[in-house]
Each structure stands twice: as C-alpha cells, then as structure tokens.
C-alpha cells in the first residue's frame, strides 16, 4: 500500500522566515495531494492541495510544489506568523473519477513560529 | 455551511466494553471516512463509506466495525475494546460531485479505554 515520509518532524522558525516541509509518497498511482493544519486540540484542517496534472499551486503565503517523477511534493510557507505555529500533516490518495480516496497521511510536522 | 460534527466529544470507556461514535457529514458530501489519530502514530485510515456501502477498511481487527445511514451520516463501532483504542477518532467527508474541495473534518470524539 501507499507509504508517505514527512520530514522534518519538528521546525522552528523566526517570524518572517519562510518553512518548507517535504514528503515523499511511494504508490506512483497517487494523483492528489492534500496538506492539513491542526493546532492543539482542534480538527485537521484542509488548507491547500494539488493535483498530479498540476506542478505548483499557490495560495497567499503558502504553496505546494509537486514532482511526479521523484515522487515528492512540498509545503512553502512564506512571511511565517505566530499564528502559523501547528502540526502540518501531508497525505496521498487516489482518488479518481468524482470521488476522493482514502488519504494515507504522513506523520506531522510541528512548526513553531517565534515571534 | 454547516461542518462535519461528532458526538460524542469525548467517551470513556472499560476494556472489553463497546464504544458508538457518531458522524455527520456536510450537506450534500455522500462519502464518510473515519481515521483514527493515536498519539505518535499520526493519522491512521480506518473505514471509508459511501453511498451507504463500505467501500473500504484500513488495517485494523473486524472489531472495528461501521455503517452509513439513508441520510449519509455514520457510525463506528468498537467491540471489545483494548487499552491501545484510546484515541482521537476523526470523521471526514467529501463530495463525489466535487472531489477538488477534498475532505474536510470534524472535531473528533476523544476515547479512553481503562
């Protein structure tokens, strides 16, 4: 089945300072690509995802690059907040037709954003 | 537009007992998916229901059990529960006709098994 690796598992940074948070899937088959943000004792949180036809897609401050070829995609986040601060969870499926798979997740990343 | 909700927040449970945990998905999302999210081993897929039928189960013991309901909503079950159940059990749901909104989560219900 599907194997996503997520690194690093912990990341500080300065306010201002740009994060990159990096996973690799192992299932060539896996053609969306969803990163989730959940702070402390709340729910996962979609904020941003792409699709294997696409190599790079951005929203405001943050961006997700795909490489099909080396099986890996990225999460960039640009002009960091405190706000920012959470665990990030990247994740894989396959979903087809019209309708989502089940997502295989990496492991998180707590990013921490100090002011 | 309303979220996916759960109930309960948080149940406690004794080994060996059985635990009901509860879904609604968004309106108009007609697939259910249950993850549970146990301390250092990250999110975990458990089952996937759509249409009212299981479509697929992750790596976990047939205790584990669901269903999905006329109106879309689910439900988990866990028989026999172990010390090892105690976790964050996470609902999504996702549109068939939208797949690119992804699946979005409700606030978990948080179980403890003594």
């Known amino acids: 089945g599907e194997n996503v690796e997520q690194h690093p598992s912990t990341l500080s940074v300065q306010e201002g300072d740009s994060a990159v948070i990096k996973c690799t899937y192992s299932?060539?088959?896996?053609?969306?690509f969803p990163w989730y943000k959940q702070e402390l004792g709340k729910r996962p949180q979609l904020i941003i995802d792409i699709r294997s036809n696409v190599g790079e897609k951005k929203d405001q401050r943050i961006a997700v690059t795909l490489n099909k070829t080396a099986k890996h995609f990225s999460l960039h986040i640009t002009e960091t907040q405190p706000e920012d601060s959470a665990v990030y969870f990247c994740a894989a499926s396959k979903g087809s037709g019209g309708s989502n798979y089940k997502l295989t997740f990496g492991k998180g990343t707590l990013l921490t954003v100090n002011p | 537009e309303a979220g996916v909700t759960q109930s309960p927040t948080h149940l406690i449970k004794t080994r060996g007992q059985q635990a009901t945990l509860r879904c609604s998905p968004i309106s108009g999302h007609t697939s259910v998916y249950w993850y549970q999210q146990a301390l250092g081993l990250g999110l975990q897929f458990l089952l996937w229901?759509?249409?009212?039928?299981?479509?697929n189960r992750g790596n976990f013991p047939p205790r584990f059990s669901g269903r999905q309901f006329p109106n879309y909503s689910s439900e988990l079950n866990v028989n026999a529960l172990e010390l090892e159940d105690s976790a964050l059990y996470l609902c999504?749901?996702?549109?068939?006709?939208?797949?690119?909104?992804?699946?979005?989560f409700g606030p978990g219900t948080r179980l403890l098994v003594l």
């Open positions: 229901y759509d249409e009212g039928e299981e479509r």
């Open positions: 999504a749901s996702s549109s068939k006709w939208r797949a690119a909104l992804g699946q979005y």
């Open positions: 299932d060539s088959a896996s053609n969306y």
